[in-house]
């Protein structure tokens, strides 16, 4: 028989922490501003702010309605839909889990960049640091002849830590959020502060802001808005599902779903600022994007190049590095919870406390490769077909299944109770039902075939096609494999 969730949240304050703690990540620092200059700079807030509502918001609703009615993570959501579809439950959380392995290893380089803060240690050329120092980047692509060991302590730190906190359960959890969540919107208020009130972050700041109202007639801006919010959400990685399968009656999925947009936006604006500010303090006021503010190459490069140049550079460089540390450790905690939850019940026999520490253990061998000479390679790749083409297959599938199942029903009786009135209840149901079915999946098919040809044409970041093959299809497809293997494990449990 499926094991029942006990462990449920003691108070809704956690349960919104955890989500808008899933939610905001790297995300938000390294992405959403440079999608939001290319795409319109301010007036690009107008399609983003619109997807949140229309494709965001439902969709969390989806996952947060649905947990709330398995009671599991999901591989046991999928399972009590139709047991021929407890593969995609699996898939997602496998996916999942090819996700945290790569994101554990960028959290370990923080780690690194806080400690190396505190004497700046990359000098007067930032990018030669990270380059050959902290990636030890090989003359050819994808020789693993190194392993930065430092790197591979601090994967270490990272994984203990997480194993530490959620041996406790929700318990450990709920004290953790409390520090973790609040914490970067502190620190991204200060450093965006602090790049605003020096000479040239005014500028920075006005330039990022700049509305080009041309753009938001474009289908294009619109996509990228949508693909946006899809991914800065943590949507189709189980972890919404998870945690609202944690939640009691008194619950309301509907403030918590508005509560995670808001903070997931506010966090992505503050971002924003955070990052043109900055480069406008290090061009002093002359902003050149060609420094590159996307990727890892903002984090570690760009804002050590930058925080060299303000007072009290080690402290900046802390805090900011101690940031990306916290942002990073939520997502890995949400992830850890929704498949050990469900493995759980494919493995009865074994206590959560020794399925927590097989899958941290398990999760710091498999990110080792990315600690090696090509691993950023490596990263860029997986990240690129499991983190986006995964995502949004996955999101689809789960909107299509779990909105035509015949247990949709009982999904939508709970999520009615958290419309206090009457008319918006019965409205709002109709356009969220039409929405799951219907116009997101139209959406995100859309975007998705609209990439597509590209990546059989053009190789991606010019990698061989064979990296791309196995780093990223084979990749793909054995996250699926995989994905059937334990579905069939877990579907001749007892029920």
Known sequence: MEEINKDKWTKNIFFTLATIGAAVGLGNLWRFP???YENGGGSFFIPFIVCYLVVGLPIVLLEFGVGAWSKGSAGVTFKKINKKFTWIGWW??????????????????????????INESWGNNASAFFFNNVLQLPDKQFQFNNINLFSILCLFIIWLVSFLILRRGLKGLSKALLLTVPLPFILIVIIALRGFSLPGGKEGVEYFLKPDVTKIVKLDVWAAAASQVILSLSLGMGQMIVYASKTGTKNNGLKTGLSLISGDFLFSLLSGIAVFGTLGVMQNGNINIDTGINGPSLAFIVYPTAISSLPLAPLWGFLFFLMLVLLGIDSIFAVIEANVTDLANVFPHLSKTKLLLFFCAFCFVAGIIFTTS??????????????????????????LIIGTSNKIKEIESLICKWFKNGLIRIWGIKIWKLWIVFLIPAVLIVILLSKLPSEFTTPYGNYSWKAIVIGGWLIFVLAIAVGFLIAWRHNKTND
Request: net charge negative; proline share 0%.
């Open 374 to 399: 090509s691993g950023m390679y490596c990263l860029d790749i997986v990240d690129h077909w499991v983190g986006y083409f995964s995502i949004f297959s996955i999101v689809i599938m789960q909107c």
């Open 92 to 117: 997602i959380l496998v996916n999942s889990v090819v996700i945290v392995a790569y994101y554990a290893v960028v959290m370990a380089w923080s780690l690194q960049y806080a400690i190396y803060s």
């Open 34 to 36: 440079y999608m939001a």
